[in-house]
């Protein structure tokens, strides 16, 4: 597990979102593997549940939950005050970049990331005595991507 002493909610909210996009993958492939051998979709509900157990699906699926739960808490405790540093303003950008779905808006979701992406950039340059913005890129999003979430 990940080690949060020390890191802002907002991190430790990060950390949480990614462990419960690991634990899906796995959830995934197990589903994917499942369905996949011969005659699993004629199996009886209860022979489909024995192998779900079987394999660790069921208690993927708790993990997932308890995560999920987790991650609802902390994000209602986290900080919404105004931020008086770009680290700040970074964090809550990064958050709010998970929880948009680039399905339901392309643009909003474009918006985010560029700023994220903008934000990492000035917070480099700031250490390094130089304080212009990077050069801004022509796209929101990639155009392909842009395609797939039509």
């Known amino acids: ?14 950390l949480l979102d990614d462990l419960r996009a690991q634990q899906l993958d796995v959830w995934r492939t197990i589903i994917l593997r499942l369905e996949a051998r011969p005659g699993w979709f004629e199996l009886t509900p209860k022979a489909q549940a024995e192998l779900r157990r079987a394999s660790g699906l069921n208690d993927l699926d708790a993990s997932l939950r308890r995560l999920q739960g987790r991650r609802r808490r902390l994000l209602q405790k986290l900080d919404t005050s105004q931020q008086a ?12 970049e ?15 990331s560029q700023a994220v ?8 340059t700031i250490g390094s005595g130089k304080h212009q913005a990077a050069r801004p890129t022509a796209r929101l999003v990639e155009p392909r991507r842009a395609e797939s979430l039509k």
Do not use: C, F
């Open 1 to 14: 597990m990940y080690r949060t002493k020390g890191l802002s909610q907002h991190h430790k909210w990060l």
């Open 98 to 112: 998970r929880l948009v779905q680039p399905e339901e808006n392309v643009v909003v979701a474009g918006l985010i």
């Open 117 to 124: 992406r903008d934000l990492k950039a000035i917070r480099g």
């Open 85 to 96: 540093d770009v680290q700040g303003v970074l964090a809550n950008l990064q958050v709010a």
